[in-house]
């Protein structure tokens, strides 16, 4: 199947309209098909040996988002926006779960656990050498997500701000991660700009190319 590109201008476009919305308008919600493409996105994101080690929680619930605020540095974006996703990053990554992903890779390629033995190993050993600094790379996977999820959401029109400004371990408690194999590690808001955020009509502030592109 031919795959279907956007022009190079479609995509300089879409990623010149996209900023941070600091004000999301609470009236409009991403459309299900829409969501759909967005969850796909997500979970379509590449990681290191192909390992996942996140989970996204995406709060719907009226009541859920209206506590965000209070423990986002009292940012309305969580409050206000249509979803808004949590990476979580996994805090251990043990031979058990890279068992049971090997198991997948092997049902999803269709072939065998044991002749995956010899990639099993190699990421055995790649996590006995991270042994203590889990959390850092799976968090580092996170934010390929996260990337990856502001890069289609700008693609689709939708809205986003990715947020750091949020106090962690506070949502792990409110979403119940407390206690799991999770950790949250940065949210990001979707849906769409409020039509008074005139954030949207600043300029980009960005480095020169020349500044941070070296060709060699
Ligand atoms: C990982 C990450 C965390 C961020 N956290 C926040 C945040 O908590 N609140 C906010 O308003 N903007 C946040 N931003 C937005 C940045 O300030 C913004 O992307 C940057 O200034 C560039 O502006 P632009 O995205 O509007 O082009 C964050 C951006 C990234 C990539």
Not at 61 to 66: H, I, M, R
Not at 92 to 109: N, S
Not at 191 to 204: C, L, N, W
């Amino acid at each position: 199947m031919a795959l279907s590109t956007v022009s190079a201008t479609q995509l300089i476009d879409s990623y010149q309209w996209r900023y941070a919305v600091k004000r999301f308008d609470p009236s409009k919600q991403i459309d299900a098909v829409t969501w759909a493409a967005i969850e796909k996105s997500l979970v379509l994101t590449p990681s290191s040996f192909g390992l996942q080690p996140w989970k996204f929680l995406v709060v719907r619930s009226p009541e859920v988002k209206a506590k965000l605020p209070a423990i986002s540095w009292n940012q309305t974006q969580p409050g206000d926006c249509s979803h808004m996703v949590v990476f979580a990053a996994r805090k251990t990554v043990d031979e058990a779960y890279v068992d049971a992903f090997i198991a997948q890779a092997a049902e999803k390629r269709g072939v065998t656990a044991e002749a995956l033995v010899g990639y099993r190993n190699v990421i055995v050993g790649f996590l006995k050498n991270t042994t203590g600094r889990h959390m850092v790379w799976s968090s580092n996977q996170a934010y390929i997500a996260l990337g990856q999820l502001l890069a289609s959401a700008a693609v689709l029109g939708v809205d986003a701000c990715p947020m750091e400004g949020i106090v962690a371990l506070e949502y792990d408690k409110l979403l119940g991660l407390e206690g799991s194999d999770y950790a949250t590690v940065v949210g990001c808001a979707l849906g769409y700009r409020h039509p008074e955020d005139h954030y949207a009509s600043m300029a980009k502030v960005r480095f020169d190319a020349t500044e941070v592109i070296q060709y060699l």
